[in-house]
């Protein structure tokens, strides 16, 4: 059965057992659950051309060869030297030990009794990748550009408790065998098949199945990547493996009203959309401007079974560790690695590099005295410098100091708002961290800290772009008197005075949830942190088509169209919504759009008259005093007359 054919005929089933969900009158949670996947899988299919469904219903997506005017701009970059000797690129790890696996299999491999089998792929072996023609070796370009790949993916996959490796651990190490088996993971199969062209009719450059890394027994492996159509680019293989991984750990398509892939804006893109041609690809929960998923991917992962690293420093200046021995890893927004660098004086020079490639992390570095005395601050702007590489990720402090013991903090931040650049969500990553003119070992600030501040509250401005922080003295200062206090919003960390009790954050963007802390300090270093969340007013979500239908009305061309209000306010009342028509021609294309005077909040259906008769499908718009929220979903399509 080829992919359209199957698409059409289990796409019809799948919808039908939706329906049919709708009267369910089993209540075992099971039938529920499986009445719900039906739903869900019923509902992308509808939306998203690559997903497919199989012939058990289960949700497969097919990614489509770049365009070759795509193709012909990206640039000719050079491989990279290799990080790890040549004989040694078959044996990298990222996290050797952890239970969950991620391989990346160049070598070739026999695929058989799978789901893939099961629609259509004959039983049997694909090639290893190879860029000389011969499979049977791989030669040093071949090996060199395997490690950048390993790097890239690895960098994807580092906050994780994941090892991503070229080693292959077998059956064991990838399928899990029941519920209790908790050592398994994915294969991404990197090979020059011709299973594309019996998979996806031989126009697609990865094929994954949905929400499937924890499956147990392991059919729907491995994860498809045809390396060729990217013409064997490291970094357009390496954003494809990351992205069908993300869809075995049931990670949908982050794209827009217009794009089924999101292609982000420099030089930031989502893994989960298209991120071959900016150099800064993250995770993403669909905060960028006209989204159409809102998946917090970092929940979404840690539910399909991968948790992040254990937290391998200290929070404050107290409780600052000795410095790294290799590399060290920031592996959540509110992740903040404090490192003792011992007795320093003189010229100091403290620098946080992020990973050689790939580097998902931009790092903010601050360097502190042992009373929590912030002495310097490094963050230097990031920008894109072409698809492959950004500027402004690493940091760097030189400067002179009195002898004495030093702290140096490093933080992953982000650059603007998600709107405009990205924030601190997804700026997570390895790192390693080099320290001039200090001896090393622990800091000994001596005496106790401070307990947490009291009463911590932030009241944001309805304008959406500042807020108020306040809190109240801690009960117990510890062994000295308090000295000032450290706020931190959304990953930005100021100091404020022993006699202040209130903070203004300002520059703030709309529609964002903020992270606050506030500690305070005294001689022994920063206390116990009080922490809180706010979010800032935001323009509505998008409203819910609820029916739209033909109509007539003197002879004139008309339909109707309902609708619900947006789920989410934006913190602000509704005043209007706007109505967009489209007409279709009998092929799919779109001939025309046009949309509507704003309507009154209190009206939720209306009646259009339409310029021409034909095919017209709707979406719909909410405004409040904020501004104007994305599109709806389309309608069904209905005929004008």
Same mark, same amino acid.
């Given at each position: 059965?080829?992919?359209?054919?199957?698409?059409?005929?289990?796409?019809?089933?799948?919808?039908?057992?939706?329906? /049919?969900?709708?009267?369910?009158?089993?209540?075992?949670?099971?039938?529920?659950?499986?009445?719900?996947?039906?739903?869900?899988?019923? $509902?992308? *299919?509808?939306?998203?051309?690559?997903?497919?469904?199989?012939?058990?219903?289960?949700?497969?997506?097919?990614?489509?060869?770049?365009?070759?005017?795509?193709?012909?701009?990206?640039?000719?970059?050079?491989?990279?030297?290799?990080?790890?000797? !040549?004989?040694?690129?078959?044996?990298?790890?990222?996290?050797?030990?952890? +239970?969950?696996?991620?391989?990346?299999?160049?070598?070739?491999?026999?695929?058989?009794?799978?789901?893939?089998?099961?629609?259509?792929?004959?039983?049997?072996?694909?090639?290893?990748?190879?860029?000389?023609?011969?499979?049977?070796?791989?030669?040093?370009?071949?090996?060199? !550009?395997?490690?950048?790949?390993?790097?890239?993916?690895?960098?994807?996959? %580092?906050?994780?408790?994941?090892?991503?490796?070229?080693?292959?651990?077998?059956? %064991?190490?990838?399928?899990? @065998?029941?519920?209790?088996?908790?050592?398994?993971? $994915?294969?991404?199969?990197?090979?020059?098949?011709?299973?594309?062209?019996?998979?996806?009719?031989?126009?697609?450059?990865?094929?994954?199945?949905?929400?499937?890394?924890?499956?147990? #027994?392991?059919?729907?492996?491995?994860?498809?990547?045809?390396?060729?159509?990217?013409?064997?680019?490291?970094?357009?293989?390496?954003?494809?493996?990351?992205?069908?991984?993300?869809?075995? !750990?049931?990670?949908?398509?982050?794209?827009?009203?217009?794009?089924?892939?999101?292609?982000?804006?420099?030089?930031?893109?989502?893994?989960?959309?298209?991120?071959?041609?900016?150099?800064?690809?993250?995770?993403?929960?669909?905060?960028?401007? +006209? /989204?159409?998923?809102?998946?917090?991917?970092?929940?979404?992962?840690?539910?399909?079974?991968?948790?992040?690293?254990?937290?391998?420093?200290?929070?404050? *200046?107290?409780?600052?560790?000795?410095?790294?021995?290799?590399?060290?890893?920031? %592996?959540?927004?509110?992740?903040?690695?404090?490192?003792?660098?011992?007795?320093?004086?003189?010229?100091?020079? =403290?620098?946080?590099?992020?990973?050689?490639?790939?580097?998902?992390?931009?790092?903010?570095?601050? !360097?502190?005295?042992?009373?929590?005395?912030?002495?310097?601050?490094?963050?230097?702007?990031?920008?894109?410098?072409?698809?492959?590489?950004? @500027?402004?990720?690493?940091?760097?402090?030189?400067?002179?100091?009195?002898?004495?013991?030093?702290?140096?903090?490093? +933080?992953?931040?982000?650059?603007?708002?998600?709107?405009?650049?990205?924030?601190?969500?997804?700026?997570?990553?390895?790192?390693?961290?080099? =320290?001039?003119?200090?001896?090393?070992?622990?800091?000994?600030?001596?005496?106790?800290?401070?307990?947490?501040?009291?009463?911590?509250?932030?009241?944001?401005?309805?304008? #959406?772009?500042?807020?108020?922080?306040?809190?109240?003295?801690?009960?117990?200062?510890?062994?000295?008197?308090?000295?000032?206090?450290?706020?931190?919003?959304?990953?930005?960390?100021?100091?404020? @005075?022993?006699?202040?009790?209130?903070?203004?954050?300002?520059?703030?963007?709309?529609?964002?949830?903020?992270? =606050?802390?506030?500690?305070?300090?005294?001689?022994?270093?920063?206390?116990?942190?009080?922490?809180?969340?706010? @979010?800032?007013?935001?323009?509505?979500?998008?409203?819910?088509?609820?029916?739209?239908?033909?109509?007539?009305?003197?002879?004139?061309?008309?339909?109707?169209?309902?609708?619900?209000?947006?789920?989410?306010?934006?913190?602000?009342?509704?005043?209007?919504?706007?109505?967009?028509?489209?007409?279709?021609?009998?092929?799919?294309?779109?001939?025309?759009?046009?949309?509507?005077?704003?309507?009154?909040?209190?009206?939720?259906?209306?009646?259009?008259?339409?310029?021409?008769?034909?095919?017209?499908?709707?979406?719909?718009?909410?405004?409040?005093?904020?501004?104007?929220?994305?599109?709806?979903?389309?309608?069904?399509?209905?005929?004008?007359?």
């Amino acid at each position: 059965m080829n992919r359209r054919m199957g698409r059409t005929v289990a796409c019809a089933t799948a919808i039908a057992a939706a329906l /049919a969900a709708v009267g369910v009158t089993s209540t075992s949670s099971q039938a529920v659950g499986s009445d719900r996947k039906a739903a869900r899988y019923a $509902a992308i *299919v509808h939306e998203d051309p690559t997903a497919s469904l199989d012939s058990d219903g289960n949700l497969y997506y097919t990614e489509p060869v770049p365009s070759a005017a795509a193709v012909r701009a990206r640039q000719a970059v050079p491989a990279l030297a290799p990080q790890f000797p !040549l004989s040694q690129t078959f044996q990298l790890h990222s996290q050797p030990g952890s +239970d969950r696996t991620i391989l990346l299999d160049f070598d070739g491999a026999t695929v058989s009794g799978t789901a893939w089998n099961s629609e259509g792929l004959p039983n049997g072996s694909h090639p290893a990748w190879t860029l000389d023609g011969n499979a049977s070796t791989f030669n040093n370009n071949e090996r060199t !550009l395997i490690q950048e790949i390993w790097q890239r993916v690895a960098e994807d996959f %580092a906050p994780f408790d994941v090892d991503v490796t070229t080693e292959d651990p077998g059956t %064991a190490g990838i399928v899990r @065998s029941g519920a209790g088996d908790q050592v398994f993971g $994915a294969r991404a199969l990197i090979t020059p098949s011709n299973a594309v062209d019996q998979l996806c009719d031989g126009d697609c450059v990865g094929i994954a199945y949905l929400d499937v890394f924890d499956q147990v #027994g392991g059919d729907s492996q491995p994860v498809w990547v045809f390396p060729q159509y990217y013409e064997d680019n490291a970094k357009g293989i390496a954003e494809t493996v990351s992205h069908e991984v993300g869809h075995n !750990l049931d990670l949908e398509h982050d794209g827009n009203s217009q794009e089924g892939y999101d292609s982000g804006h420099a030089p930031w893109a989502p893994i989960m959309g298209n991120s071959d041609f900016e150099p800064i690809s993250q995770w993403s929960k669909g905060d960028y401007d +006209d /989204a159409d998923n809102q998946q917090d991917d970092f929940a979404v992962i840690a539910g399909a079974g991968l948790n992040l690293r254990t937290d391998d420093a200290g929070n404050s *200046v107290g409780a600052a560790s000795a410095l790294p021995d290799g590399t060290a890893y920031i %592996a959540s927004r509110t992740d903040k690695d404090f490192w003792a660098l011992g007795q320093c004086s003189g010229s100091v020079k =403290v620098t946080a590099t992020g990973a050689a490639v790939g580097t998902n992390l931009d790092i903010e570095l601050r !360097l502190y005295d042992a009373g929590g005395t912030q002495v310097a601050v490094n963050n230097p702007l990031s920008a894109k410098v072409d698809a492959d590489v950004a @500027s402004g990720m690493n940091a760097a402090i030189t400067t002179s100091v009195g002898a004495g013991q030093y702290v140096a903090a490093v +933080d992953g931040v982000g650059n603007g708002s998600p709107k405009t650049g990205y924030d601190d969500y997804a700026s997570v990553g390895a790192y390693t961290l080099t =320290v001039t003119g200090c001896e090393g070992g622990p800091v000994d600030p001596g005496g106790e800290t401070p307990s947490a501040p009291q009463s911590l509250s932030a009241s944001p401005d309805p304008s #959406g772009t500042s807020a108020l922080i306040s809190w109240d003295e801690p009960a117990d200062e510890g062994g000295s008197a308090i000295t000032g206090y450290e706020v931190t919003v959304g990953g930005v960390t100021d100091s404020v @005075s022993a006699a202040t009790f209130s903070y203004e954050a300002t520059g703030l963007s709309r529609g964002e949830t903020y992270d =606050v802390s506030v500690v305070a300090v005294n001689d022994a270093g920063a206390g116990a942190a009080a922490t809180t969340s706010f @979010s800032t007013g935001d323009v509505p979500g998008p409203p819910v088509i609820t029916g739209a239908g033909s109509g007539a009305l003197g002879g004139k061309v008309t339909a109707s169209v309902r609708w619900a209000p947006p789920a989410d306010d934006g913190g602000s009342a509704i005043t209007g919504y706007v109505i967009k028509a489209t007409r279709w021609s009998v092929l799919g294309s779109a001939l025309w759009s046009g949309s509507t005077d704003v309507l009154p909040a209190s009206q939720l259906s209306s009646s259009l008259q339409l310029p021409k008769a034909g095919i017209w499908s709707f979406r719909v718009r909410a405004f409040n005093d904020i501004g104007t929220g994305p599109l709806s979903k389309a309608s069904k399509r209905v005929r004008g007359r």
